[in-house]
């Protein structure tokens, strides 16, 4: 790979988000390339995300969204001790469908609560202080916008209120195992005795059904996919060629690792930011995004090796999720 040094009037006048810049170099100049899965999540691959949790063959969301709707009163007993006041944070809220059910009928028992969704976007917050109040009145809630393990300092900070962290969406899927070990082991740091976390994962099940969500027959996880090298070529002035480019979605049931990738179909080279010029040859591939299954006694061992103790399990009618 060569690298082109742009002219300085170039450089003083682009304007782009050099983090973001900064991981995509790093990625493609890699021997095996790959790009991270939490920069899809631009204004287009907000939508998209919405299109497949609607799609007939990505399962999962509608997994978790039976559980929260058939399960709410046992999972606000799980949760909430009787007559104590809990803090309930959720981690990446979006647009809080599920836990809204969660929500609603603990202010029906009139439980003793604070709301605090954090998450990254500042959309996601206003947007959620914007509705809530009105579709469930009497909510106390704490809008945090930042990094999760920021907000959650931030949350210990607000109150010494017990703690109660809802993880759902399979988010944690997102990451390797080994990454998943350590990042659960840095959410029972910032925890006390007696707080909980309840974790949304996807299972392992037959591995079609598995292929079959990430390869729906729509192509909107194509598209999703895609739609990455898009917003590179509009946020970092790229000129990837989507249609160059192939979607491959891999399972293995062996590892419980649920892969996709995007397969160059040529010999072809990308210039970004007139800095980079990346070179692809035919049949290679760009790392796009993990999906890890696992198992139920799988979850219990990575808790109980993050020193959590497994307090109570729910699954949806096919044991799915
Ligand atoms: C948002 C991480 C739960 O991995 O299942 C959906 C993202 N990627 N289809 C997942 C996703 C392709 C999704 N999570």
Sequence with gaps: QQRIIAPTEVCATTQINTKFYRDVITGL????????????????????????????????????????????????????????????????????????????????????????????????????????????????????????????????????NRKVVLFLGSTLGNMTVHDTALFCQELREHLQPGDMALIGIDLKKHPKTILAAYNDREGITRKFNLNLLRRINRELHANFDLSAFEHYPTYDPETGSCKSYLVSRTDQEVEINGQEIIRFAKDEHIFMEISQKYTVSQMDQLAADASFKPAGQFFDHRKWF
């Design 29 to 160: 100049r890699a021997t095996s390339k790959y790009l991270q899965s939490k920069y899809f999540y631009d204004a287009a691959g907000d939508k998209l995300f919405q299109d497949i949790m609607e799609c007939e063959d990505y399962y999962p969301f509608a997994c978790e969204l039976e559980i929260f709707m058939r399960q709410t009163a046992a999972l606000a007993s799980a949760l909430a001790h009787p007559g104590g006041s809990f803090d309930l944070i959720e981690l990446g809220a979006g647009d809080a469908t599920k836990s809204g059910f969660l929500l609603q009928h603990l202010l029906q028992q009139g439980a003793d609560f604070t709301y605090m969704p954090i998450d990254i976007s500042r959309n996601v917050i206003s947007q959620l202080e914007e509705t809530l109040p009105a579709t469930l009145p009497g909510l106390r809630m704490t809008g945090l916008n930042g990094e999760y393990f920021d907000m959650l300092r931030q949350a210990a900070r607000l109150s010494n």
